[in-house]
């Protein structure tokens, strides 16, 4: 019983702010890696590399393994930014 109630007796902020700490910190890893992605293709966003592929000059598997990957880092970037912008608000 004692453990339960040093889990009630953190304090909203204590939370926040290692929510925020893990966001950030897996926000820059989602970062790196597709930094590395955009590289291997020379392009900015999955657009382009969706673009190469329907134009041809991109074909196999590994580039539609990549792209499904630029997606998804794409995705969850924005979705973290905007945890990262809600739990700012939280502490003001």
Known sequence: MKDI?????VDDKTIINSMERVFKEELTEMEEELKILYAKYDVN???LVLDKVSAGIY?????????????YFEE???KLRAYLRDLA????
């Open 5 to 9: 109630n040093n889990i009630i007796a």
């Open 45 to 47: 966003n999955s657009k």
């Open 59 to 71: 074909i196999g598997e590994e580039i539609l393994k990549d792209l499904e990957d630029m997606e």
């Open 76 to 78: 969850n970037i924005e």
């Open 89 to 92: 608000m939280k502490k003001i």
